[in-house]
């Protein structure tokens, strides 16, 4: 039997069914699978992105191209900063070796000019030790000229007194003889010498054995 509440169940069922699918039909008319022009303008709205994604590649790749120009030039640099950096290192081996050489022929050098200078100081010094020597002699020779001379002067007086005493000795021994000198003539005459040079040691016949004086 159909009854008033099952009338109103079913009223409220019905509402509730007309009322879901009216909320749901618009919905789902409203979506893109149901609406080609939204779809149509959701392309279009990628397209700025699309432009930009463009853009940013080619920068990219400008941007690569930069670095890897950057990268080769740093090579080329860095290569040709070690290419300078060994010739100079060459070149500084070159000079080590030059001024090697040239240390080397300078110390023989100076080697050589010592040994030329400790012989000409050897021969100075014997040079010097010769012209003292020579000095020294020089001076000897001074010496014993001036005593030459002064006993050459002296001479003639010794001669005298030895002629006087030897005469005055044989005066006194031999009175029957006598032999006088005078004082204003000298006594050590040349005959009187020559005798004294003939026989130093010659006496008188009584006279006693007398020192005889060599001259």
């Known amino acids: 039997m159909f009854t008033f509440a099952k009338f109103i169940s079913s009223s409220l069922a019905f509402l509730t069914v007309g009322s879901t699918g009216a909320i749901v039909a ?6 893109s699978i149901y609406r080609p022009t939204k779809k ?21 790749d400008e941007l690569k191209s930069k670095f890897t120009l950057a990268l080769k030039v740093t090579e080329a640099a860095k290569n040709l900063k070690h290419k300078k950096m060994k010739d100079k290192f060459e070149e500084i081996k070159q000079k080590e070796e030059s001024l090697k050489d040239k240390y080397e022929e ?19 010094m014997k040079k010097l030790y010769m012209q003292s020597a020579i000095s020294l002699l020089e001076a000897y020779e001074g010496y014993f000229q001036k005593l030459t001379e002064h006993f050459e002067s002296q001479k003639k007086t010794i001669l005298e007194i030895v002629c006087t005493i030897d ?9 029957k003889n006598p032999q006088e000198t005078q004082s204003n003539q000298p ?29």
């Open 106 to 124: 300078l110390t023989k050098k100076i080697e050589k000019l010592s040994k030329l200078l400790k012989q000409q100081s050897t021969e100075s």
């Open 167 to 175: 005469k005055t000795q044989a005066s006194s021994q031999d009175p």
């Open 26 to 31: 618009p919905v789902a008319l409203d979506s």
């Open 187 to 215: 006594c050590a005459t040349e005959e009187w010498l020559k005798q004294l040079k003939e026989n130093p040691r010659a006496e008188t016949a009584s006279a006693p054995p007398r020192r005889s004086f060599s001259i």
């Open 40 to 60: 149509l303008k959701s392309r279009l709205v990628l397209q700025p992105f699309t432009s930009s994604e463009q853009e940013l590649k080619d920068r990219l």
